[in-house]
């Protein structure tokens, strides 16, 4: 068993930094702590993302409008396998990103 209980004062060296909580089957749960944006990306499978601190910006493409959905401490982003996005954190946060091993 293994406990996480610091996750509200996680820190990383650098933006998107993270802590692997666990594996699942090729599947990685782990903990990002950021103050910068990331980068657009398509995952290769599923992506739960979800907010534990901070306010997120999310960015993302539908029928080839970027839109953009503000999440907030508790929210969740769900990005399908193709689903273009891009977070921008709103000064720090800490997300939980639940996604395939080795995902971008």
């Not at 090729?26 to 907010?51: A, C, M, Q, S």
């Amino acid at each position: 068993m293994d406990f996480h209980l610091d996750t509200s004062s996680f820190t990383a060296e650098r933006a998107w930094g993270s802590r692997l909580i666990g594996e699942l089957d090729g599947i990685t749960v782990r903990l990002h702590w950021t103050d910068k944006p990331y980068k657009w990306h398509v995952n290769d499978g599923p992506e739960v993302f979800v907010v534990l601190s901070g306010t997120v910006n999310m960015h993302y493409r539908e029928a080839g409008t970027e839109k953009v959905q503000r999440l907030t401490e508790g929210q969740i982003f769900f990005a399908n396998d193709g689903d273009a996005h891009v977070a921008h954190p709103v000064g720090e946060a800490r997300v939980l990103v639940v996604e395939r091993k080795d995902s971008v």
